[in-house]
Each structure stands twice: as C-alpha cells, then as structure tokens.
C-alpha cells in the first residue's frame, strides 16, 4: 500500500488519468483532416509524453515501460494461451449472440484487397502500437505495476473508461476490450509491451480474417 502515498505513484497516475480524459474528450476540429489530427495526438499522448515522462521527469529507463525484449517463455506462452482464449471467447459470441451482425468492417477493406492488407498491415498494428505503450507500458508497468496483478485489470478498466467517455463502447471495440485483460496480463509477466502488441495485432488480424470468411 505505500505505493498509494509515493509521490512518483500519485504524478505519474494524474499524468495518464489526465490523458485518458483528454483524449476521451477530444474533439477534432474541422478544418483540419481527422485522420492526420488522431494520428497527431495518439502519437503525442500515447508516445512522445510517456517516454519523455519516464526519461525526462523520472530519470528511468524505458525497459520500465516495457521497451525491451523482457522474458522471452512468459511472452510467447501467455501471448499463445491468451490468443487461444480469446479466440474461444470471440467464437461464443458470434455463435450464441448477435454480435457478428453488429461487427462493421470498413466497407473498403471487405471489397479491396489491397486496402484489406494495407489496413492490416499498416494502420491497425499502428495503432495496436499506441494502445500497447500507454495502457500496458505507460499505465500498467511504470504506473500500476507496484500494486500487483490488480494492475492487469485497472489497466484494462482505464482503457474501457477512455471508451466510455468518448462514446465509443461499441461492437467494433469488443475485441479490444475482450483482450485488454489479455494483453495486460502478458506485458505484467514478461515486462515487454512487444510480446502484448504482436499478439494484440494478431489478435485482431484474426478476428478481422474470421468475419470476412463467414459473411
């Protein structure tokens, strides 16, 4: 409990509290192309703000954040046993709900294939990279980790959170929700966001390739 009243604990929680609400909030503006803007923030908050915090500010390394090859069994068993489960998971509700029919895959990658690979090779792990660094590096590793394995489930409720608030809890976003937990739970054990993002992106590649099959 000492890690509640340390004051590296309490800045570095207000800095990534502070983020999930700005960028829950965010509002593009008009004028200028939502894309380049979203690209511009997410790289700013989710990238540029985290390193420069934990090398700047807490004088650390970055491997603190997850940015190292870490324990290479706990990375790719976990990453194995959670794309198996999550998997599993994702088959139950296609199967025994409606969801399949609300899960909308962008109309150009369902009728172009060439959009279909740059869109899966390019712009999701892109921003599986994002997610990855802040929510288990930044917020699960460097902020979170002293208070144990709670903190696989806190990181996933911020991420949940940052969804609410921007009114995006949709059907879109159940695979990554559903493998949030997942992911933080193989950052936690082999203290690298690498193994959680290449089985984050595989992940979603899966799930992307599954409902393009069967509709």
């Known amino acids: 409990m000492e890690a509640l009243f340390n004051k590296r604990f309490f800045i570095t929680g207000l800095l990534a509290v502070f983020s999930v609400f ?17 690209l511009l923030v997410m790289v700013a908050f989710f990238l540029v703000v985290p390193a420069l915090y934990c090398k700047i500010v807490l004088k650390e390394p970055l491997h603190n954040m997850g940015w190292q ?22 088959y139950g509700l296609d199967r025994y709900t409606s969801f399949g029919s609300a899960y909308l895959l962008p109309l150009s990658i369902q009728t172009d294939f060439l959009w279909f690979l740059l869109y899966e090779a390019l712009m999701a792990p892109l921003m599986v990279l994002f997610y990855e660094v802040f929510f288990r590096g930044f917020i699960g590793l460097l902020w979170l980790r002293p208070l144990g394995v709670v903190s696989i489930l806190l990181q996933a409720g911020l991420f949940a959170l ?12 159940v695979p990554a929700l559903i493998f949030a937990p997942f992911a933080g739970l193989i950052a936690y054990y082999s203290r690298s966001v ?18 393009l099959i069967s509709r």
Do not use: E, R
């Open 69 to 90: 090859g870490g324990n290479v069994f706990a990375g790719v068993f976990l990453s194995l046993l959670s794309l198996s489960l999550g998997l599993v998971i994702m």
């Open 162 to 173: 940052m969804l609410f608030v921007a009114g995006d809890l949709t059907a879109n976003q």
């Open 194 to 211: 690498w193994y959680s993002w290449g089985a984050t992106w595989f992940f979603f590649f899966l799930i992307d390739v599954y409902f």
């Open 22 to 38: 700005f960028l829950g909030y965010f509002t593009q503006a008009d004028k200028v192309n939502p894309v380049f803007q979203m």
